[in-house]
C-alpha cells in the first residue's frame, strides 16, 4: 500500500465530508434545503452520476505496489482491475473497435512474402479468424449481449433494493421510492449500469475507443483520466477554503486596518492575470523538480506532486472571489439584531464569529464550492493546453485533447481520442454544473422563494 | 469627483508595488538566475562558466537587492532589483531573454489582439443580451426551459472543443474562411471571422444565464408591476424599463475587463495564430522566457487596476444614487 499525497487528501476530504454530514444529520435548519435537494429530479439524478464518477476516482486513488511485480511501478486498484486494458498496446493509432492498424505498413506474411496492407492488432478483435466477415456481426453481437447481461445486472440490483426497502421502512417511504425523483434515479442508474457493463465487457476483446499514437487503449485514459478532474475539482476548494473563510469573516467583522490589510492582499493577487501566475509558480516547481531529482524517485510520485501543486496555486488564485463574497456577507450580517444581541450580552468576539457569524455564511461556502468544481475542470484542460497543467505523464482529459490536437490535419482524421475526451468531460461537468444549479436553489435563500 | 479619482490612483501605487515584488520574489528568490540559466542552457553538463556568461549577457550578474561591492547610490541601483523591476513602472520593459525589445513587441502585437478582442466583446454582449432578453420574454414557458438547458449544455462544453470543432467544421471541411493566420490592414477581417464567432459562441452559456437571474431580479420589482398596472405591454416594461435598469450590473461588469482586452486571449491567438499579446505570452510561457511573463504580469496588473478605477466612475455616470467620497 502506497499512499501519495492526494491519495491521503481526498480520503481526508471524504471523511470530513461524512463527519460533517454526521454532525448535521437531524438538525432542522439543514432539514429543508436538503429536503429540497432530494425533491429535485434533475439534482438527484445529476448526485448519482457525480457519484459514480466518484467511486470511478475514489478507486483510482488506492494505490500499491504489486507483489509479483519487479519493478518500482505503483498502481492504483482500478489499474489492478484492469489490467488487460492496460497491457494490451498496440503498436500506433487503431479505430474503435478496429481489428487492424489505422495506417498501411509492410507485414510479413506466414510464408514469408511481404505485403502492403492492413496489419492485424495483436489484441484488438484477437479471437476473430477472418476479420472481413465475421468483425461487424462479432461487434454488434458481443455489444447486445453485453447490454444485455447490463440490464440483468441492474435488475438484480433493483430487486435488491425493493427487498431492503420492504423489510426495513415503513409505508411513508415506500411511496417516496416510487416518486418522481426516484424514477429519474433509476433512470441513471439504469443507462449507467448497462453502459458500462458493456462497455468493460467489450474492452476485453476490443479497443473500444481505438488507441492513441503509442498504441494505448484511449478508454482506459479517458477513465484514468477522471480522478485528475476530481482531484483538482475538489482538492483545489479544499486548499482554499480555510483562506477565504479566515480572510473574508475577519475583514468583515474587524473593518478598520484588517480589512485595509486583506483587501490590499486580494486585490494585489487579482491584479496578476491567473495564468500568469500558475506558470511562474509552475515553471518554478519544474526547476525545483529538476535539481531535486533524487526526492521523487518514481513518475507517479513526481507527477503526483505536480498534480497537489497546480491544485494549491489554481487555490490561491481562486480564493479571492469567495473572500469577496464572504467579507460583503458579514458586513452585512455583523448589523443584524442578533449579532449585536450577543455583543450587548457581552459574548467573546471569537465566539461570535464562531457561533454566530460562520453558521451564516456556510450556505454561500457550499455554493461557491459546487459552482467552482465544474470550472476548475474546464480550467484543467486548458491549462494543459499551454502545458502548465498537469504533467505530461498524468492521465488527464487535457492531454488527451493536446495530444489529439496534432492530429487533426491527418488524412483521414484520429477523432476517437478527442470523441472519448469528449464525452467524459461533458458527463462529468454538466452532472456537476446540474447539481450545483440544485444546491443553489436550494440553499440560496434570495433564490428559494422563486 | 477629481479627489477620489486621485486618491484612487495613490492608492493604485502600492497595489503595483506589491505585484511588482511578488513577481520579484517568484521569479528571482525562490528561483534563482542560477536556475534559470541552467534551464535555458539545458538541465545537465551545464559549466559553471556558461552559466556565468549567461548571467552576465543578460544582466542577471548582480546581487538581488543590495550591492555591497559598489558606490555610493550604486549599492542601490546596480542590483537586479533595481534594473528589472523598477523600470517596469515607467514602462521600461527592457529586453527579452532572447534579445528582442520587449516594450517595441508589446506595441506592435496589442494592436492584432484588440482586433481580436473588441469585437468579440461587442458581438457577444449583443447576442448574449438579446439571449437572455428573449429567455426573460417567455418566461415560465418550455421557450424559456428550453433555453436553460440549452445554456447549461453549452457551458458544460470546453472552450476547446469550440476550437476544435469550428476549426475542423467550418474551415476544414467547409472552407469558408483559412483555418488560422493572420493579415494586415482589412485582409485581417477573413482571418477574424472565425475566432470571434467561436469566442462569442463559447461565453453564450454562461453570460445569458448570468443575464437572465440579472433580467429576473428586476422583474419581480416593484416599479415593474407598477409600469404594467399602467399599462405598458410586455416588451415596452423589458425594453424601456427592465433592461435599463439591468445594464448597471452589466455596464459596469463589462468595463472591468475593458482595459484588459488589450491582454487578448491566450487560447484563441495561439489556436489561430494570430500575432496579438496572448500567443506572445504563451510563447514566452513555452520558452522560459522570463523577461516577457515578468512584463506581462505588471501590463496586466496595471491594465485591472485601470479597470477597477473606470468601473468605479461608470457606477456614477449610469448609476445616479451612487455617490463617490
Known sequence: MVVLWTDALIFILCFGVLGIAFFLRGKEHIKRPLQKIVHSKVGMASLVALLFFVLIGLLDSVHFKPANNKSNEIISLLDYWATPLREHGEKTYSAPFAATLFSKEMMTLADGTTQWGYPRLDFGGRHLDDPE????????????YGLAQGVCLFGIIMLCCLGIRRIWQGEKRQAFFLSATAKSVWAVVFIIVPLSYALIYLSAYYH?????KVGEDVFYQAVKSIRTGLVLGTLTTLIMLPMAIIFGILAGFFRGWVDDVIQYIYTTLNAIPSVLLIAASILMVQVYMANHEQDFTSVIVRADMRLLFLCLILGVTNWTGLCRLLRAETLKLREMEYVQAAQALGVKQSMILLRHILPNVMHIVLISVVLDFSSLVLAEAVLSYINIGVDPTTYSWGNMINGARLEMAREPIVWWSLSAAFVFMFAL????????????DAFDPRRSGG | MIHYIIRRFLYAFPLLMGVNILTFVLFFIVNSPDDMARMQLGQKHVTEQAVSNWKQQHGYDEPLLWNANAQGEEKITRTIFYQKSVGLFLFRFG?????????????????PSLALALPTLCVGLLIDISFALMMVLFRSSYLEH??????????SISSLFYIIGGQFFIAKLLRLVP???????????KFLILPVLIGVFSGVGSSARWY???????????????????????????????????????LTGVVVILPLLFMGSLIMESFF?????????????????????????????????????LTDISYTLVDPRVRLS
Not at chain 1, 473500444?208 to 492513441?212: L, R, S
Not at chain 2, 431580479?217 to 433592461?243: N, S
Not at chain 2, 520558452?287 to 511573463?293: G, K, L, R, T, Y
Open chain 1, 133 to 144: 466477415t465475421q468483425h461487424l456481426p462479432d461487434v454488434l453481437k458481443k455489444t447486445v
Open chain 1, 208 to 212: 473500444v475507443f481505438g488507441t492513441d
Open chain 1, 429 to 440: 461537468v454538466l452532472a456537476a454544473n446540474l447539481f450545483a444549479d440544485t444546491v443553489q
Open chain 2, 95 to 111: 529586453v527579452s531573454d532572447s534579445g528582442r525589445n520587449i516594450g517595441a513587441d508589446i506595441q506592435e502585437r496589442m494592436w
Open chain 2, 146 to 155: 428550453a433555453g436553460i438547458v440549452l445554456c447549461v449544455i453549452l457551458m
Open chain 2, 179 to 189: 483555418i488560422s493566420g493572420y493579415d494586415d490592414g482589412l485582409a485581417a477581417i
Open chain 2, 212 to 250: 437572465r437571474t440579472l433580467f429576473m431580479e428586476e422583474v419581480e420589482k416593484d416599479y415593474v408591476r407598477t409600469a404594467r398596472a399602467k399599462g405598458l405591454t410586455e416588451t415596452q416594461t423589458l425594453f424601456r424599463h427592465v433592461l435599463r435598469n439591468a445594464l448597471i450590473p452589466i
Open chain 2, 273 to 309: 495564430s494570430i500575432p496579438g499579446l496572448g500567443s506572445y505570452t504563451i510563447d514566452a510561457i513555452n520558452s522560459q522566457d522570463f523577461a516577457i511573463v515578468r512584463a506581462m504580469v505588471f501590463l496586466g496588473s496595471v491594465l485591472y487596476v485601470v479597470g477597477l478605477l
